[in-house]
């Protein structure tokens, strides 16, 4: 895309010379030669205040007003003419929606992979499920989709039905409605509200708290777990048993199955060897063999749903090692008597924390030392907590000292 071009759909006037644009930004920190940038404002800052850094860099902006520097593009609205622009672009495509607490990132990077052997799939990238984010990937991702799969997320209420209030979705799901946030929004409500601006249906899980409005279509359990062998996961479509790569928890086994509703509902047909080439999405849940240990790295996120996902995989495997962070944006009430729950059901080794501070109801101040001490044989070690607490400089601890054991 062209300056001109840009200009022209934005309903704005180029300023100087007709460039070539090689990527789209909203932080002037990544800006490269070629890049356009959106001067966005935001509470508490402007994008106009970076300019002379985003050309120092040999790039371009979108403002709304005159600036002493060129080539640029002025428009009544920065956010509108971002937001309308990536529209624009995906308009022609099947949109669908994926929001929930826990598993919309798997779910996205599964159902995209399944998509693309049916046509040109267009997601957005990461976690980057903000308005702003989502209009960026969809600018810097393919041209002419057939379909588009948009991640939404909310950081306050009333986000979701912005969002899909913007992209318009034709399908949406919502993969759960668990804890997180939980904090500061009724979430039921706030998932619930993607079917206000969802055209046809909402795949979801039967959850008796949303309110759908008619539009609810509850997923089917096409692929069933059966166990693990040789740390990959057997499971069954349609009488077939068969081994996916990677350790897949109950959790990640129903973002598959939500993503296979959605190529349902759309009349696409799918079978083992489709499912058998899907990979588990970076960060999730990654179980390793090192030595004679099992070290199982979940520090992407953390809920008491995922984290009851994953501790329930990890007893399957033997005697299992927690070592765990708080998790943030909770409301509290009744957290504390869940997580004894899980506790006394699944019965942890031993259970270390990091930073407790009264939040976990259980366990002893993490220490390499004491770890390494209790530490035997075929033991699983679990590492989760809210990323807030980069619980992923103790995995790497724990990395080096079982490779010297």
């Not at 069933?224 to 990677?246: A, I, N, P, S």
């Not at 489709?274 to 990979?279: N, P, Y």
């Amino acid at each position: 895309m062209k300056l001109s071009e840009l200009a022209f759909g934005t309903a704005g006037k180029l300023v100087g010379k007709d460039e070539e644009i090689a990527g789209f930004k909203s932080d002037s920190r990544e800006c490269l030669p070629g890049d356009l940038f959106f001067a966005l404002k935001g509470e508490k800052s402007d994008g106009h205040y970076f300019l002379k850094d985003v050309y120092s860099k040999g790039s371009f902006a979108v403002v709304d007003r005159e600036i002493d520097f060129s080539p640029y593009v002025i428009v009544d609205d920065v956010r509108k003419r971002m937001l309308s622009l990536a529209l624009s672009k995906i308009e022609k495509s099947v949109k669908i929606a994926i929001t929930g607490s826990n598993g919309k990132t798997t779910t996205k990077e599964i159902l995209s992979t399944l998509l693309s052997d049916h046509g040109r799939v267009l997601k957005t990238e990461g976690n980057m499920n903000t308005d702003v984010g989502i209009s960026l990937s969809i600018l810097n991702g393919i041209s002419d989709p057939d379909f588009s799969v948009i991640e939404m997320g909310a950081q306050k209420p009333g986000d979701i039905e912005n969002l899909a209030s913007i992209f318009k979705p034709d399908l949406s799901v919502i993969t759960l409605v668990g804890s997180a946030h939980s904090a500061f929004m009724d979430v039921p409500k706030e998932k619930s509200s993607i079917a206000n601006q969802t055209k046809k249906a909402v795949i979801y899980d039967g959850d008796v708290r949303l309110d759908l409005h008619g539009k609810g279509l509850i997923y089917t359990e096409f692929v069933k777990l059966r166990g693990y062998k040789d740390l990959k996961t057997l499971v069954e479509l349609d009488g077939k048993t068969f081994l996916m790569d990677e350790i897949w928890g109950s959790g990640q086994i129903k973002d598959l199955n939500m993503a296979l509703s959605v190529l349902k509902y759309l009349g696409i047909n799918f079978n083992s060897v489709d499912i058998e080439k899907i990979q588990m999405p970076s960060g999730r849940m990654k179980f390793e063999r090192i030595g004679e240990y099992f070290l199982v790295d979940d520090t992407y996120n953390a809920s008491p749903e995922s984290f009851l996902n994953t501790a329930t995989t990890c007893a399957k495997f033997g005697n299992v090692i927690w070592i765990l962070a708080p998790m943030k944006e909770l409301n509290m009430d009744g957290v504390k008597e869940k997580l004894m729950n899980f506790f006394l059901k699944l019965k942890p080794k031993m259970v270390f924390t990091v930073e407790n501070d009264d939040f976990y109801p259980f366990g002893i101040p993490y220490d390499l030392d004491k770890f390494l001490n209790i530490l035997n044989s075929n033991d699983v070690i679990l590492v989760k907590g809210s990323r807030f607490y980069q619980m992923e400089r103790i995995v790497k601890e724990i990395k080096e000292e079982l490779k010297k054991l």
